[in-house]
């Protein structure tokens, strides 16, 4: 199919296929009075349609991914494809997803509404400002930062904060480098007490991290009350709450709380709600909009971000720890290319055959399936398919996935949707029927964070040995004294490897993984060890993807995918 044929076609279907977001919440029992509409076709979900008796009895399926590369895995476009797939076949099935960060959208990443005619839509609304959610966590977390500062100042209703313990960043959802490492209170006496602090991106805060682990809005006040600000001169530690900041805070959380539904290209259930990095942040969507999928539908398709050693991790260890769900089956998202790059050969020629590169690389695929079977749940591999694939390469991998014993599809959402899903999605609901069992976690969370660190380590990246530099080490002894020991733990690691190096492609050997320092989540309730170079605020690419949008005097937006 030429590109210009599919941008037709699509334009068409979406014409076509764009139902009104009632009839959608229909299709899954929601009554039109319970929504809260954005437009046409989008909406929010009030909590209370949430079942617990209904999430015990849907299915849970998990898609995650092989090591990223820079020339995309189309985890979403599987997601979306694989819900497309399920319908199709027969079972009432709801996609979950995340909210797309405009950092990556502006950036290099691109959106995140899947591709081809695997969508979500309205697919610009979703990429750009969707329902505000993200401005109302940028805002709750800047309030945070703003009374810890007024506090400081302040001589009548002074805490005692010592400005130089303060951990709380502001935050904002942009690529933005220049404001990593920032001096604020440069107005003189007036302007408050100078000191060193920096920006966060939105997708990055603890807000972020809170809103998605939240039971529902006393639970989200709770864990905000807990997030740890810095110490009194004394060495007390000084929590939210001390600032009476939570309730505030919440306050403007209350419509971002709400789940938001939209719909697929074909016009099936998608609730996309909630948006942490996987490489900074839990990366999973709300326990709150999944449970809202489970509730209204006897299958949830959700994914977690970037490689299953990121977000899959993540998703299970912590989201699932809190959340009490657990998947039936994991599906593990890889492409013929992304194997030929993490065997060695070149981005700009893995349109070209190369077998010998494919079966080196298959051993990174190797280590995701190996570290699945670890949670003791079923994996299916889906080989996410491209026109530049050879029959040849693809019979490999699925020679090899039947020889370790893993049931593997090929899904062709992207050119075909849901049709070009049947068969994976044939496959997912036989795993989630021999499925019998809850996850086994990674770690126990009574380890110390040490342990902890050092299980997911070993244990999911096949590290040799974990080096913590001496910061990282004062770290530990800072959450011993404030009673952390006990949470689990979210590790910031590059998404391009195993390792803490980008450059160790494949399955890397005898590697120590560096921890440089551990921040403290309190209120989100997890430590945050951050390896190697990782930065909480990316830089913008050398040619941005801004660079290529624009809107007409109609409104017709190009160029944002």
Known sequence: MSNKQYKSDLEIAQSATLKHIKEIANGVGVEESDLEMYGKYKAKLPLNLIDEKAVSKSNLVLVTAMTPTPAGEGKTTTSIGLAEGLNKIGKKTCVVLRE???????????????????????????????TGDFAAIEKANNLLAALIDNNIQSTKNNLGIDPRTVEWKRVMDMNDRSLREIVTGMGGKPGGMMRETGFNITAASEIMAILCLAKDMDDLKEKMGNIYVGDTYAGEAIFARDLKANGAMATLLKDAIKPNLVQTLEGNPAIIHGGPFANIAQGTNSAIATKMGMSLSDYVVTEAGFGADLGAEKFLNIKCGYSGLSPKAIVIVATIRALKYHGGQPLEELKSPNTV??????????????????????????????????????????????????????????????????????????????????YKPTYDWKLSVKEKIEAVARKVYGAQDVEFLPKAKQNLRKIERIGLNDKPICIAKTQYSFSDDPKALGKPEKFTLTVREIEIAAGAGFCVPITGNMLRMPGLPAVPAAEGMDIDNNGKITGLS
């Open 100 to 130: 797309p960060s405009l950092g990556p959208v502006f950036g290099m990443k691109g959106g995140a509404a899947g591709g081809g005619y695997s969508q979500v839509v309205p697919m610009e609304d979703i990429n750009l400002h969707f």
């Open 357 to 438: 590169a494919l079966v080196k690389g298959l051993a990174n695929l190797e280590k995701h399936i190996e570290n699945i079977k670890t949670y003791g749940l079923p994996g299916v591999v889906s080989v996410n398919k491209f026109v530049t694939d050879s029959k040849e390469e693809i019979d490999i991998v699925i020679k090899r996935c039947e020889e370790l014993g893993v049931k593997v599809a090929i899904g062709e959402g992207w050119e075909f949707g849901g049709d070009g899903c049947t068969a994976l999605a044939q496959k997912v609901v036989e795993a989630v029927e021999s499925s019998d069992k809850p």
